[in-house]
């Protein structure tokens, strides 16, 4: 059984009030919402959707900015967390930085992307960017007290990630430069943590890295994707990292060894009050069916990182 549900959602809290999503709320200019959506993997012109998705990632994009309309509040931040469109062309990315420009003009808002292993960079940059950024695309924003960090983990050619290190050295001079403001990081691949034992073969490569620039300094939390499952966890020192679903097709990886793939459609709102993060998970589509399997051999981190990095 497949079918769209309409405001039906999954949530937690860590520290804070939840969003009244039944009446609209007074938001006080400590407040923000922050909406996080991962994983599209939004088809190439002329393509068929990946893993035999019966509805198209882009009518599945269009259904959850339909239920960000809906929302009882504007938001003051829209990311997405990468693996965008799934192997495209620069004219996809022209495709897709259109939608966006209505997104920022529709909801009066800052929208930043992310790069994942799945997207072309040089499609990318060729597509979306006015300009070549260099080696990664990584920048950072400010709103009130926060800080937003947007780093860029894709290694062409690997599934898994890194973070080089002149883009970690970047991170710890903005850091240092802004002890009072409380940083928030967006990144694909997720960090290591106790729900990622069966994923090391795919996931931040460099932990340790960046938890050592991290440590000392106010961070409010981690948001990342990749794997197509929700998860949260607190490692380092005492960095929260939430893990969002996707927005195309989630992964069932209880197997280690063979993944499981329904049709999905999942989106999650970041509210940030006073330092305090509260996060709700809003599930729009879930299939039943399994549409398609991975077979993965090993599951270890792997063992010769790419030059550079």
Same mark, same amino acid.
């Given at each position: ?33 922050? $909406? ?11 393509? @068929?959707? @990946? ?10 994009? &269009? =259904? ?6 809906? %929302?009882?509040?504007?938001? +003051? ?6 693996? %965008? ?5 620069? +004219?996809? /990315?022209?495709?897709?930085? &259109? ?9 009066? *808002? ?9 997207? *072309? ?47 970690? !050295? ?10 009072? !403001? ?18 090391? /073969? &795919? ?27 929700? =998860? ?14 996707? &927005?195309?097709?989630?992964?069932? *990886? ?6 499981? $793939? ?10 940030? +009050? ?15 069916? $399994? ?17 550079? /990095?």
């Amino acid at each position: 059984m497949m079918g769209w549900l309409n405001f039906t959602f999954a949530s937690y809290i860590i520290g804070s009030r939840l969003v009244n999503l039944q009446g609209r709320e007074v938001i006080s200019m400590q407040r923000l919402h922050v $909406i996080q959506i991962s994983d599209p993997h939004l088809t190439p012109h002329g393509q @068929v959707s @990946v893993h035999h998705q019966q509805i198209d990632p882009w009518v599945k994009l &269009a =259904t959850i900015i339909d239920d960000i309309r809906q %929302l009882p509040f504007q938001p +003051d931040l829209i990311v997405f967390t990468g693996d %965008l469109i799934h192997d495209g062309g620069a +004219d996809d /990315y022209q495709r897709l930085h &259109a939608v966006i420009h209505t997104m920022k003009s529709e909801f009066n *808002c800052h929208v930043r992307v992310i790069l994942g292993n799945h997207d *072309c960079r040089e499609a990318f940059y060729e597509g979306y960017l006015p300009a070549d950024p260099g080696p990664y695309y990584a920048n950072r924003m400010r709103l009130g007290n926060n800080d937003f960090y947007f780093l860029d983990s894709k290694v062409s050619g690997y599934e898994a990630g890194w973070l080089a290190p002149e883009q970690l !050295k970047w991170l710890g001079k903005h850091l240092r430069q802004a002890p009072t !403001k409380r940083a928030f990081l967006f990144l694909h691949h997720p960090l290591d943590g106790p729900t990622m034992t069966n994923m090391h /073969y &795919a996931i931040l490569q460099n932990t340790p890295a960046l938890l050592s620039v991290l440590r000392g300094h106010n961070v409010g939390g981690v948001f990342t994707g990749h794997v197509h499952f929700s =998860t949260s966890y607190v490692i380092g020192d005492h960095v929260l990292n939430v893990v969002a679903g996707s &927005a195309s097709y989630d992964v069932n *990886c209880i197997n280690p060894h063979q993944h499981r $793939i329904r049709e999905s459609s999942r989106y999650q709102i970041i509210t940030i +009050d006073h330092g305090q993060v509260g996060i709700v998970e809003r599930q729009l589509l879930q299939g039943s069916a $399994i549409i398609d399997q991975l077979s993965i051999g090993s599951t270890r981190f792997i063992g010769k990182r790419p030059t550079g /990095y």
